[in-house]
């Protein structure tokens, strides 16, 4: 899911929840969610949330590159240097991150 922080700005928040709402704080600031799958240290992104609808590549890429992805919607550690990321799209094609 990604959510925009008022001190850390927009940040990618990862987590096994049933429904995406479960980890917002305030519902009114996520911009999208999505699925997630891990193999081989390697996250990859897909999908989009019944909620919240489908984050973008960019907006995916932006919380990478920008060190905001978090296993918390405490955000108090990014987990970003320790995986690698990649973006599944609807043509089945991959983009490493």
Do not use: A
């Not at 700005?9 to 996520?30: A, E, N, P, Y």
């Not at 990014?78 to 990649?86: A, G, V």
């Amino acid at each position: 899911m990604r959510e925009t922080n008022d001190e850390k700005g927009d940040c990618l928040i990862l987590g096994k929840v049933h429904f995406h709402r479960q980890m917002t704080t305030d519902k009114s600031k996520v911009k999208g969610g999505g699925w997630w799958s891990l193999d081989d240290n390697t996250f990859t992104f897909y999908g989009e949330s019944d909620e919240f609808g489908k984050s973008s590549f960019d907006d995916i890429r932006s919380c990478v590159e920008n060190n905001k992805v978090f296993s918390s919607p405490s955000l108090i550690k990014s987990i970003t240097k320790l995986f690698n990321f990649r973006y599944k799209d609807e043509m089945s094609e991959y983009y490493n991150l």
